[in-house]
Nanobody
Framework: QVQLVESGGGLVQPGGSLRLSCAAS????????MGWYRQAPGKQRELVAV???????TYADSVKGRCTISRDNAKNTVYLRMNSLKVEDTAVYYC?????????WGQGTQVTVSS
């Protein structure tokens, strides 16, 4: 079992920045990749960014160039740095840990971009 603890969400003005953190614990040796997803009200949950065990990263077109996913292996933590935030970035952001034929979700952290 993998436990994911997220932090870093909050209210930010358009053009501002946030760094989301996701700390993994438990059966971390089983994790083959981690990522961030988001879901806005009335919309389907969508991929934001993922990082695989070999360090390969993938970004959604909507955030490419504005977001950076990274990891700290010593802390078992994955980060999502978001710059130049837009109102349309407002959503609940979920951390996800992929294991073989399964996955675990964090509780979600609210990101609100508003003046």
């Amino acid at each position: 079992q993998v436990q994911l603890v997220e932090s870093g969400g909050g209210l930010v003005q358009p053009g501002g920045s946030l760094r989301l953190s996701c700390a993994a614990s438990g059966g971390i040796d089983s994790i083959i990749g981690m990522g961030w997803y988001r879901q806005a009200p009335g919309k389907q949950r969508e991929l934001v960014a993922v990082i695989s065990s070999d360090g390969t990263t993938t970004y959604a077109d909507s955030v490419k160039g504005r977001c950076t996913i990274s990891r700290d292996n010593a802390k078992n933590t994955v980060y999502l740095r978001m710059n130049s935030l837009k109102v349309e970035d407002t959503a609940v952001y979920y951390c996800h840990a992929a294991v073989y034929e399964y996955g675990y979700w964090g509780q979600g952290t609210q990101v609100t971009v508003s003046s």
